[in-house]
């Protein structure tokens, strides 16, 4: 009986090893210019002037993890991952309130999330209206981070 339990219990960390091991792969990043072009190929995301920078996520995280912008300008977080939701939001991880926007319909401490995970395909946008640093992590993958750049 001991030896079922045994192979049983093998069984299923192997089962939730295969599971989860794609989100701490090292998968390269993507640092591609082209990048908008071919996500709104890939993955039927509209292309359009109203964001200043797209930030992609895939499987292995958000690239570029850094970028700089405008104050009043807004980032594209697109997910390009092959299976996986991501929730970009404000840094901490889990109460998402280090960006100082608040209002009434937030979520969880600030403006600055989605509220939701994104499918792969979807996208969210927002727009920085404080200048400073401001980091970002993906609320379903807390290793997966990043940081806006916002000057005036």
Not at 104 to 113: I, N, T
């Given at each position: 009986?001991?030896?079922?339990?045994?192979?049983?219990?093998?069984?299923?960390?192997?089962?939730?090893?295969?599971?989860?091991?794609?989100?701490f792969?090292?998968?390269?990043?993507?640092?591609?210019?082209?990048?908008?072009?071919?996500?709104?190929?890939?993955?039927?995301?509209?292309?359009?002037e109203?964001?200043?920078?797209?930030?992609?996520?895939?499987?292995?995280?958000?690239?570029p993890?850094?970028?700089?912008?405008?104050?009043?300008?807004?980032?594209?977080?697109?997910?390009?991952?092959?299976?996986?939701?991501?929730?970009?939001?404000?840094?901490?991880?889990?109460?998402?309130?280090?960006?100082?926007?608040?209002?009434?319909?937030?979520?969880?401490?600030?403006?600055?999330?989605?509220?939701?995970?994104?499918?792969?395909?979807?996208?969210?946008?927002?727009?920085?209206?404080?200048?400073?640093?401001?980091?970002?992590?993906?609320?379903?993958?807390?290793?997966?981070f990043?940081?806006?750049?916002v000057?005036?």
């Amino acid at each position: 009986m001991k030896s079922i339990i045994s192979i049983v219990a093998v069984l299923l960390m192997a089962g939730v090893a295969y599971i989860i091991w794609p989100q701490f792969a090292n998968a390269p990043q993507i640092d591609d210019p082209s990048a908008t072009e071919r996500v709104s190929e890939q993955k039927n995301v509209p292309v359009d002037e109203q964001f200043a920078t797209l930030i992609t996520y895939t499987d292995g995280g958000y690239s570029p993890q850094t970028v700089s912008i405008k104050k009043g300008q807004t980032v594209r977080f697109v997910n390009n991952a092959e299976r996986q939701d991501t929730w970009p939001a404000s840094a901490i991880h889990p109460t998402h309130s280090i960006y100082p926007q608040k209002t009434d319909s937030d979520c969880l401490g600030s403006s600055f999330d989605p509220c939701h995970g994104l499918k792969p395909g979807e996208f969210w946008e927002f727009t920085f209206n404080e200048v400073g640093e401001w980091g970002f992590h993906d609320h379903l993958h807390p290793s997966k981070f990043g940081k806006i750049l916002v000057t005036e």
